[in-house]
Each structure stands twice: as C-alpha cells, then as structure tokens.
C-alpha cells in the first residue's frame, strides 16, 4: 500500500488510533503471508566487535565486556543442534570481528548448509568480493540494519562510520542475490517522526525482503546511558507501518520489543510481525552478548526457548512456519 511521508507521521503519532493501525496490520499480515511464524534459530557467535557506536552494550570502547567467540566446531556444532530442534534458518550474528576470515567463514557456512537449513549472515560491513564468497559458500541471506536514514543522527552515533558504505553494502548485498534484511532503532536521541517516516519509506524503496524495527534501550555502560530510550508502542506503530507499505515481506517480532514487555513479541504477532528470532546460543556465552540491558531469555536453553515460543504462538492461534519461510512476493503466490 501506498502512503506519503505526511500520512506515516499522521499513524506515527496518533497514539489514540494505533488499536485501529494494529488491526490494520495484522489483517494485511494474515492476507499476504499468512498465519504461519517462521522461526529463526539465531546464534550470537562472537561479541568482539571493532566498532564503537554509542548505543551499543558491545562497542569496542566497553572495557567491562568479557569478550568471546565461538570455535568453528562450537559455532557448527550449536547450529546442528537448532536444526534437530527444528530451526529451518540459522542466523549467525556477531559483531564486527575480523577474526572470521573468508577461509574461515566459508567452511562453517558449507558444514552449516549441510544441516538442511537457510543461513543467515548478520555480522556488518564486509568488501563486496567477501559478500561474494560467502554468497557462494552457501549464505542465503544477510541481515544489516541502517540504524537511521537520518545521515547526521547516524555519524554522531558513531563518527567512525559512514552511513554511505553502508547504505553501499546494502546494494551490494542486492546485487549479490541476498535475501536482503534491514531495518531501524526507534527512540534514538534527537531522532524525529519524521525521520522515522523518512526511513521507512528508505525500507520500501530497496525493497528490503526483511525489516527489523526494534526499541533502542539505553545500556549503563554507554555514552547514551542517560538517553531516554524508545517506548514499546512506538516500535509497534513503526513495525505495523512497515507491515503496509510492505505487505508480503518478512518482519519479525524482535527480542527488544520483549525486552521491555514481557508480552512484547505476542503483541508484534498480532500488529503485523511474522517472524520470531530464538536464541540458540548456548547460556554461558548469552549474557555476554549485551547489546542493550534485560536482554529476554539470559538463563535459558535452547530448548526452553524453543518450546517457550511454541506455546506464545499456539495461545495466539497461530502456526510454527514448516518451510525455510523465504520472501514470496504476493506476485508470485497468486499466478
Ligand atoms: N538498543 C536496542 N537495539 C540495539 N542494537 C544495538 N544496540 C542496541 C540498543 N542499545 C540493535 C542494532 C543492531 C542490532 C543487532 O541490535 O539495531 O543492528
């Protein structure tokens, strides 16, 4: 559905009217990608990251972080272990750590692959011919936020980086033949409606396959410590939002909306979210993986949390995704 920038600000800040815009959502939701919840089986392999973004619990500059990272047999191994739990996706996600090499990657990737499940890549910006040989190693799609379309927002947020390369990487990864996710923080510091309007109209236009719209929360060990931080309602009205201008794509219910709700997820499922991310990293490394504080879920297994969220999706009288739960464009299902 078509909507301009003005309209999207009008749904944005009419708190009054978003039971209405929820509705809305989840009917669209039902309509073009059904009542299925694709579930992802995520695995927070290594908290080294070389940046330093001011929001975030593992930038380079939080000296409290007790830093680790998967061996490539613990990394494979805890990927064999989601796919007999029944994950049809594996996403490796990271931080920016250049001890993963091309070598290194590419044969976790080709051992991963082997398990029968998509794979996801979630671990920053790379040179396109790493792009490249990850893509033919077996990598089927790859998950980077733009954080912000906001370009001065998104260079104070960390001066190092450039939200070109970025937004460069996120065409390259296109090119490439990706599935292709993105997404945003809401309630960053000095971050207004409309460019929350203004980035997700950024989200259509590429024609994002996936769309993460997540709360920020401010961490203690940060520069934003003392920031406000994003409300719940807002990362909904934003998500459900995404959900009409995108009707068919793929939008998960993220661990920051649960993060400050204990319903967060259910309710994302019921305004327009399709897709739930489960933790399968194991316990001992997950409460180091600290991007934002109440991080859900810290002293679970894997198997808690997969049976934990089977429940929450039945309650709601939904269904667990059989599938690898790709992108099917509405084009393609009604031919
Ligand atoms: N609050 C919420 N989300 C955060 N992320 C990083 N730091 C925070 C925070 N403090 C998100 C970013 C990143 C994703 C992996 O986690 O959007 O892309």
Redesign the pocket.
């Given at each position: 559905m078509n909507l301009n920038k003005t309209d999207i600000i009008c749904r944005l800040t009419d708190s009054s009217r978003q039971e209405e815009l929820f509705k809305t959502a989840d009917k669209i939701r039902h309509d073009y990608v059904g009542d299925e919840v694709h579930l992802r089986g995520l695995i927070e392999f290594s908290n080294i990251c070389r940046n330093n973004?001011l929001?975030?619990?593992i930038r380079r500059g939080n000296k409290q972080v007790n830093r680790y990272r998967l061996t490539e047999d613990e990394l494979i191994e805890t990927a064999r272990r989601g796919a007999l739990l029944g994950f049809k996706t594996i996403v490796m996600?990271s931080g920016e750590d250049m001890y993963y090499t091309v070598p290194r990657l590419c044969r976790i990737i080709e051992s991963i692959k082997k398990f029968d499940v998509a794979v996801t890549l979630?671990i920053g910006e790379r040179p396109y011919a790493e792009y490249k040989a990850f893509r033919e190693a077996g990598a089927d799609r790859y998950l980077m936020?733009i954080?912000t379309t906001d370009k001065a927002l998104y260079h104070k947020l960390d001066p190092e980086m450039s939200w070109q390369y970025r937004y460069e990487c996120l065409l390259a990864l296109k090119e490439l033949g990706y599935e292709l996710g993105s997404?945003i923080?809401v309630g960053l510091p000095e971050q207004s409606f409309e460019s929350i309007a203004a980035d997700l109209l950024f989200l259509k236009k590429l024609d994002v396959d996936m769309a993460g719209i997540?709360?920020?929360?401010?961490?203690s060990q940060?520069p934003l410590k003392d920031a406000a931080g994003g409300t719940l309602e807002l990362a909904l009205r934003t998500m459900a939002l995404m959900r009409i201008l995108l009707p068919d794509i793929n939008i998960p219910a993220t661990t920051?909306m649960e993060s400050l709700h204990p319903q967060g997820r259910v309710r994302a499922l019921q305004s327009g979210a399709n897709v739930i991310m489960s933790n399968i990293t194991e316990s001992e490394y997950r409460k180091l993986y600290e991007?934002?504080p109440d991080k859900v879920c810290l002293e679970d297994t894997p198997v808690h949390c997969r049976s934990c969220i089977d429940t929450k999706i039945m309650s709601i009288g939904r269904t667990i995704g059989q599938g690898y739960g790709s992108r099917i464009r509405y084009s393609e299902k009604i031919k």
């Open positions: 973004c929001y975030c619990g996600q979630s936020r954080e997404g923080m997540g709360p920020f929360i401010p961490h940060t920051a991007l934002y």
